[in-house]
Nanobody
């Protein structure tokens, strides 16, 4: 069965960095676009970054451009999110998702069929 397992979250001070990983199994990882989303307490789901199946097309939310980098290793079936210069507003549960498609398109929750359990990122001094 499809499994997406995130890791790498934690508590970090403002300005710090974290690298999230999403280990995928149960499907042909290299055939599908992937996404990172986040949800802060009391807020809705927000797309953070998306990537197509080959890694040639990437999209970021304006709030993280220049600070976050999404990448994937299709040989290792793993999705990454490098987060630098973290801010308190980045505090949220971060979750990876598997698209139903290989290509990237504007975020539509109905276009994703599997989600991980999420990993907590807390940015605080």
């Amino acid at each position: 069965q499809v499994q997406l397992v995130e890791s790498g979250g934690g508590l970090v001070q403002p300005g710090g960095s974290l690298r999230l990983s999403c280990a995928a199994s149960g499907f042909t990882f290299s055939n599908f676009a992937m996404i990172w989303v986040r949800q802060a307490p009391g807020k809705g789901l927000e797309k953070v970054a998306g990537i197509n199946n080959s890694g040639s097309t990437i999209s970021y939310a304006d709030s993280v451009k220049g600070r976050f980098t999404i990448s994937r290793d299709n040989a290792e079936n793993t999705l990454y999110l490098q987060m630098n210069n973290l801010k308190p507003d980045d505090t949220a549960v971060y979750t990876c998702g598997k698209s139903k498609r290989s290509y990237w398109r504007a975020f539509d929750q109905n276009g994703y069929d599997y989600w991980g359990q999420g990993t907590q990122v807390t940015v605080s001094s």
